[in-house]
């Protein structure tokens, strides 16, 4: 059983290629923009040029057009090999990361828009203990709770909170998609944008 990790919510375009649990290859470059272009290079130089049974996918929140991105060539891949095709919400990948690096409960605080920061609480077994939420960093600092803040926003909360939080600077690592709780992968493949479209209706 092979699977293919695709990760592109975030700065990073990352990609992992496992089989039967194991490493096989990986692809991680900070790019900040430009998924496009090195999304479909990086699977093509993985073995096999990443073909797998199952393909698991961001789903965000984070950059509209990098999810966007990733969720299409995992559907044009999975139709194309006949696998399937599930995604993941990137705080939980995060929030993997941590516990890998041995915490237990862990709040997650990403770069979200217009200045504010996407944060969310996990507990020691990586599921959610509380709801996504997009906020100022003032208030994201009110809500999360954790002795542990990971993510790329984790050293500016710190900061901000007095020192009083530990930060472990993450970006979202493809290679670590298997540590996401399986309860926590869905089959239904629809963006999780975290906040509330900016464009509104017009009064009527």
């Known amino acids: 059983m092979r699977t293919l990790a695709i990760e592109t919510a975030g700065e990073a375009c990352s990609v992992a290629l496992f089989g039967d649990g194991e490493l096989l290859g990986h692809g991680h470059e900070t790019i900040g923009r430009g998924h496009a272009e090195r999304l479909v290079p990086m699977i093509a130089g993985l073995p096999d040029k990443g073909r797998a049974q199952e393909i698991l996918v961001s789903l965000g929140p984070g950059s509209f057009t990098g ?3 990733g969720l299409a060539a995992a559907r044009a891949l999975g139709l194309a090999w006949g696998a399937m095709v599930r995604g993941y919400p990137t705080l939980a990948l995060v929030a993997a990361m941590a516990r890998g690096d041995g915490s237990d409960d862990v709040g997650v605080c990403m770069n979200g828009g217009h200045g504010e920061w996407f944060v969310q609480s996990f507990d020691a077994d990586g599921r959610p203990a509380g709801a996504l939420s997009s906020r100022p960093p003032a208030e994201a600092i009110a809500t999360l709770s954790e002795n542990v803040i990971a993510g790329n926003r984790a050293a500016q909360f710190a900061e901000m909170a007095d020192g009083d939080a530990n930060a472990l600077d993450l970006l979202a690592d493809a290679r670590h998609a298997l540590s996401i ?3 926590l992968l869905t089959d ?6 975290g906040r509330a479209p900016d ?3 017009p009064s009527q």
């Not at 239904?188 to 944008?193: A, V």
């Open 67 to 69: 999810v966007r991105i």
């Open 181 to 183: 709780p399986r309860d």
């Open 188 to 193: 239904t493949l629809s963006p999780i944008y």
């Open 199 to 201: 464009a509104k209706l």
